[in-house]
């Protein structure tokens, strides 16, 4: 019996399917269910919400949020092999589990949760987490269908999430993203002694909230200046905005009320905002 519930250990449960984690996939199992119940506390009262966990595994983080009062769980595991497993959860926790064998990169979960809220709260698999992470950021309409992200990543991959101008080695796209539309913080560190297998980097859980009225901004217009301006971070902004500004990188700083000379680690996610609008406002002149 585990800490948690009445289920077998996850090491039995592991071993008992054949669940050795693929590197294909990202997978490296928590075994520690003391740890997934962190998490799952990290995301806050869990009492009456409906959550979506991406690459549950064998359930440990499922198991974690179930014992922790989820109204309901919308897991969603590419893994076939994995599907046995989570069955036995699902039959120790009658009608609050919800198991779906597909891509999360594909897949739209709100057509598959019940009504009320939902919070997205998942150890990531590694190969997809940035991108999973970029989809929920830029969802239409805004605010989002969620209320709140609590995910694992990979440590350097959380600085740059909660990066801003003030950390300017983490400091690019993602962080002006994630600026933009929502608060994120790293809320834990969690070592590589944990996972199976032990990954050769620190993980860490970071938590977002969405912004309810984030400043204006089109999305296409913020994109092309974050990426040339990151794209030749090094160079002054009158230089590495040349390609998007039909020659004028100048007037178009200027519009924004920024130094012309300054880089791009130096912009806040601000900064960014309003060179996005003085770019829309000069390509419609």
């Excluded at 997978?27 to 991406?54: C, H, K, Y």
């Excluded at 949020?65 to 595991?77: D, K, M, P």
Aim: glycine share 8%; hydrophobic share 45%.
């Amino acid at each position: 019996m585990s800490a948690i519930d009445d289920l077998p250990p996850l090491r039995e449960v592991v071993q008992r399917h054949g669940l050795m984690p693929k590197k294909s996939l990202g997978q490296n199992f928590l075994f520690d269910l003391n740890l997934t119940m962190r998490i799952a506390r990290a995301s806050g009262p869990l009492d009456g919400v409906n959550v979506v966990e991406v690459g549950p595994g064998p359930g440990g983080l499922t198991r974690a949020l179930l014992a922790g009062g989820a109204r309901h769980v919308l897991a969603i595991e590419r893994d076939e092999r994995c599907l046995p497993a989570l069955a036995e959860i699902a039959e120790r926790y009658p009608g609050r589990l919800t198991v779906i064998n597909a891509d999360a990169l594909e897949l739209d979960p709100t057509a598959h949760l019940p009504p009320g809220p939902a919070r997205i709260v998942a150890n990531l698999p590694y190969n997809v987490g940035t991108a999973l992470l970029i989809g929920w950021l830029t969802a239409e309409p805004w605010p989002p269908w969620w209320e709140s992200l609590t995910l694992m990543f990979q440590r350097e991959v959380a600085e740059r999430i909660v990066a801003d101008e003030r950390h300017p080695k983490d400091y690019g796209r993602l962080g002006v993203l994630t600026g933009w539309r929502a608060q994120a913080s790293i809320a834990f560190d969690v070592s590589p002694s944990a996972f199976v297998p032990p990954p050769k980097v620190v993980s860490s859980v970071v938590r977002i909230l969405p912004r309810a009225v984030p400043d204006p901004c089109r999305l296409g217009a913020l994109e092309a200046v974050s990426q040339a301006a990151f794209g030749q971070r090094r160079k002054m902004l009158r230089q590495s905005l040349k390609g998007i500004a039909g020659g004028d990188a100048t007037r178009l700083i200027e519009a924004a009320g920024l130094a012309p000379t300054a880089r791009a680690e130096e912009i806040p996610v601000a900064g960014y905002l309003a060179l996005a609008r003085a770019l829309d406002r000069q390509l419609h002149l």
